[in-house]
Every structure is written in structure tokens, then in C-alpha cells.
């Protein structure tokens, strides 16, 4: 069974950091790009980061780009979004996604592209 498994989120003051990993199995992990994304209580989901198969390229929300960094080890078979300066506007449940693809990042901006999904974790940033 293919499962994707989102860990690493919490309570992080804002101007801090904070690390989420998403550990995938059951797949080709290196067939797949990842991505994350994110949604707020009464808000749509949105694209944050992802990063194509061979971690070669990326592509971040005009909101995160700069503070957020997404990388991928594939003989672990993880996905990684490192958040700097995390803002309370980033306070969200945050998903990792996975679709086949030998394309760019930039390509997969649209959840609907997403074959497998973690199941969230919990991001609150605290002013």
C-alpha cells in the first residue's frame, strides 16, 4: 500500500523554524514528485512547495519563496519543507502529495494533479 506520513509539525514562535518530513512507502519514491500543501480552517487548500523527482528543481508560492526550502533524499525516501521565519498567516494543516511525474516542479501547482496524500500535520505559529 502506498502511504505517505507527515511528521514533524507543532507549536513554533513566529521568526523561528520548524522542519516537516513526509516518509513515503510503497512506491517508486524517485517516479514521484512531491509536494505540500496547506489549509487553514474555512480556507481553500493551497500549493506551497514542490520539488520533482530528482530534487533537480522546485517551486514555491509566491508567499513562502524565500522562507521555505523543500528538499528530498530519495534513498531515504523523504520529503523535507524546512520553514524559516514561519508567520502566523502560515498556521495550517500541511499535507504532503505525491504524483508520477518526470517533469518540473513548476508543473504540479494544482492538488488535483496529486495521486497519494499524507494525512496533515498541524502547523500553529505563534505571534
Known amino acids: 500500500q502506498v502511504q505517505l506520513v507527515e511528521s514533524g509539525g507543532g507549536l513554533v514562535q513566529a521568526g523561528g523554524s520548524l522542519r516537516l518530513s513526509c516518509a513515503a512507502s510503497?512506491?517508486?519514491?524517485?517516479?514521484?514528485?512531491i509536494a505540500w500543501f496547506r489549509q487553514a480552517p474555512g480556507k481553500e487548500r493551497e500549493f506551497v512547495a514542490a520539488?520533482?523527482?530528482?530534487?533537480?528543481?522546485?517551486y514555491y508560492a509566491d508567499v513562502v519563496k524565500g522562507r521555505f526550502t523543500l528538499s528530498r533524499d530519495n534513498a531515504k525516501t523523504t520529503a523535507d519543507l524546512q520553514m524559516n521565519s514561519p508567520k502566523p498567516e502560515d498556521t495550517a494543516v500541511y499535507s504532503c502529495?505525491?504524483?508520477?511525474?518526470?517533469?518540473?516542479?513548476?508543473?504540479?501547482?494544482?492538488?488535483?494533479?496529486?495521486?497519494?496524500w499524507g494525512q496533515g500535520t498541524q502547523v500553529t505559529v505563534s505571534s
Open positions: 510503497g512506491l517508486t519514491f524517485s517516479h514521484y514528485a
Open positions: 520539488i520533482s523527482w530528482g530534487g533537480a528543481s522546485t
Open positions: 502529495a505525491a504524483r508520477r511525474s518526470w517533469g518540473s516542479a513548476a508543473g504540479g501547482v494544482s492538488d488535483v494533479q496529486y495521486s497519494y
